[in-house]
T-cell receptor, first 112, second 114 residues
Framework: AQSVSQHNHHVILSEAASLELGCNYS??????LFWYVQYPGQHLQLLLK??????LVKGIKGFEAEFIKSKFSFNLRKPSVQWSDTAEYFC??????????FGKGNQVVVIP | GAVVSQHPSWVICKSGTSVKIECRSL??????MFWYRQFPKQSLMLMAT?????????EQGVEKDKFLINHASLTLSTLTVTSAHPEDSSFYIC??????????FGPGTRLTVT
């Protein structure tokens, strides 16, 4: 089975600070990679995804992620966060018949 | 974008009763739907994969007789929690996959078993 690791479950930072959330996965085969965001009281929304091609992926709301195959990583970044970025962020990886394995999530709190 | 709905959004039931949760893809056809369970402050755990017109595939450790899944049409899958117990209380989330392998998530259903 696939496992997905996200570190630093709780992240607190000030507006305009840069954010980087790490994601590592265990599956050695071809993978599709995703970052989802869950704003308070809302459902999961797709931030960005990587299927193939350019390993630097641009998503919505200024987020980007870089796929580094040799490191089994897909880290999420945003150069300057806003208060509205307060949310929980989940990394997910497909395995076996397009099933998704999720990391435990990062709770990000942005202080105005 | 693609929209997935769930009904009900929350439900309280007594121990021993059964509860049905619906998952609908509103503006696309989904040959595959997935059911997840999310415990407080934890990640989503895949329970089962539901394919239209065939039996669901359950993940290891998920009781198929307790969590009955039916995928009768390309836009509807249902999860029935049978003989619910307090330990079944959780947040249940479905997702539906479109033709390009992206999953769209429903808003979830909060189940509380008393």
């Amino acid at each position: 089975a696939q496992s997905v690791s996200q570190h630093n479950h709780h992240v607190i930072l000030s507006e305009a600070a840069s954010l980087e959330l790490g994601c590592n996965y265990s599956y050695g085969g071809t993978v599709n990679l995703f970052w989802y965001v869950q704003y308070p009281g809302q459902h999961l929304q797709l931030l960005l995804k990587y299927f193939s091609g350019d390993p630097l992926v641009k998503g919505i709301k200024g987020f980007e992620a870089e796929f580094i195959k040799s490191k089994f990583s897909f880290n999420l970044r945003k150069p300057s966060v806003q208060w509205s970025d307060t949310a929980e962020y989940f990394c997910a990886v497909t395995y076996g018949n397009n099933r998704l394995a999720f990391g435990k999530g990062n709770q990000v709190v942005v202080i105005p | 974008g693609a929209v997935v709905s769930q009904h009900p959004s929350w439900v309280i039931c007594k121990s021993g009763t059964s509860v049905k949760i619906e998952c609908r893809s509103l503006d696309f056809q989904a040959t595959t739907m997935f059911w997840y369970r999310q415990f407080p402050k934890q990640s989503l755990m895949l329970m089962a994969t539901s394919n239209e017109g065939s039996k669901a595939t359950y993940e290891q450790g998920v009781e198929k007789d307790k969590f009955l899944i039916n995928h009768a049409s390309l836009t509807l899958s249902t999860l029935t929690v049978t003989s619910a117990h307090p330990e079944d209380s959780s947040f249940y989330i479905c997702s539906a996959r479109d033709s390009i392998s992206e999953q769209y998530f429903g808003p979830g259903t909060r189940l509380t078993v008393t």
